[in-house]
């Protein structure tokens, strides 16, 4: 099991992700983040891509619900 939490600071606008799990290296494959764009996590038997991708469609102008 994964835990995983992304958070913005209203204040701030910075973004956060932590992640804990009973699986080894969790923080090489769940977080990710980017400068002025925002951060996301991903679960279970992550495919590195999910990440990459995701990071790319925020800086393209979608919304996380897309």
Known sequence: ???S???KD???GAFGVVCASKALAVGAVV???AGRTGALA???FANPF???DGIRMLQEGCSSQD
């Open 42 to 44: 991903t679960q279970a």
């Open 5 to 7: 939490v992304v958070a």
């Open 1 to 3: 099991m994964t835990w």
């Open 31 to 33: 977080p990710y983040g």
């Open 10 to 12: 209203p204040r701030t």
């Open 50 to 52: 999910y990440g990459v």
